[in-house]
């Protein structure tokens, strides 16, 4: 796979848009709907359960994966495709997100951002490359 995607709009509405988001693990009609499985699982459906259901890309946390069970974990069983058993295109986030929730967990520098991981209160320092090497390890089609 050469890692690359590409997006062709279909159709207009104003400032809307339908079209193909083509990725190396697939392609997804947009807009989509997206499963979250933050731990790499999506809580109660299996991956043929969500195929059946019109899934075609998934989300996990780039942040919590990294906590547990660790990016270095995930690229040795094949990565996040294999782990998650899952053969369509998957997205990670970058933690944005974990920087708002987990507000008393964390100090925001120039650099980046120092979390306090809420699993062992061991120090995570998440800078702009780290999360990008973060997220190629886990081996995400698309990263946020």
């Given amino acids: 796979m050469d890692g690359s995607f590409h997006f ?3 159709a207009f509405a104003g400032a809307a848009r339908a079209g193909v988001f083509s990725t190396p693990h697939g392609s997804v009609d947009t807009p989509a709907f997206m499963a979250v499985g933050t731990l790499a699982t999506v809580k109660t459906l299996d991956p043929q359960e969500l195929r059946d259901a019109g ?3 998934l989300l996990a946390n780039a942040y919590h994966l990294h906590l547990r069970p660790g990016e270095n974990v995930v690229a040795k069983l094949g990565g996040l495709h294999r782990f998650m058993a899952w053969d369509g295109p998957i997205l990670t986030d970058s933690g944005g997100f974990q ?3 987990l507000e008393t967990l964390r100090k925001v520098s120039e650099q980046g951002v120092e979390f306090r991981s809420h699993v062992d209160g061991s120090q995570r320092d998440f800078t702009p490359e780290s ?3 973060l997220q190629i390890a886990l081996g995400a089609d698309v990263m946020m």
Wanted: aromatic share 8%.
């Fill in 99 to 101: 920087v708002f929730s």
């Fill in 8 to 10: 062709t709009v279909q």
């Fill in 131 to 133: 999360v990008i090497a």
């Fill in 55 to 57: 899934c075609r890309m």
